[in-house]
């Protein structure tokens, strides 16, 4: 349950070296819910960004690129980038017109999180559920709701 030491470690080197630029990011999913405390399996980690500064993202990690940035099958308002650092896989989602993540951006419903000396923000638990019930994630909907109560 929560994040393995690999998480952890792929999670704090990804925060450390996007610190230095001005690049607007939030950690959602599993992980997410996880570093909030939340009693869950992390597979993979997910990034949300906007669909300008994920390229960004994919230059300073181009190191741990698995490819190119692609459009999702389910949204092609979506581009994907995927890494793989410390043998953890991350999934950039780089939100353009949907605004799925990024219309957060810069509210209170994006929290940082002090973790192993790293400040990681996080989406709100809330739109994490209404994400979750958008797509039908019924495993992590009851989840959510139990640790809500």
């Not at 190119?68 to 949204?75: C, G, L, P, V, W």
Request: hydrophobic share 40%; proline share 3%.
């Amino acid at each position: 349950m929560g994040l393995s030491e690999a998480q952890k470690k792929a999670l704090l080197l990804f925060a450390d070296k996007l610190k230095e630029f001005p690049i607007q990011w939030v950690l959602v999913g599993s992980a997410n819910l996880a570093l909030q405390g939340v009693k869950i399996n992390v597979n993979d980690i997910n990034i949300a960004t906007n669909s300008d500064d994920i390229y960004h993202i994919r230059n300073i990690f181009s190191d741990y690129c698995l490819g190119e940035i692609m459009k999702s099958q389910q949204d092609p308002n979506i581009l994907l980038c995927k890494l793989k650092i410390y043998g953890v896989n991350i999934l950039i989602l780089g939100d353009s017109s949907s605004r799925i993540y990024t219309k957060y951006f810069g509210t209170p419903l994006i929290e940082k999180r002090y973790f192993f000396g790293e400040w990681i923000p996080c989406l709100d638990l809330e739109i994490e559920l209404r994400n979750y019930r958008l797509v039908g994630m019924k495993d992590k909907i009851d989840i959510l709701k139990e640790f809500l109560k």
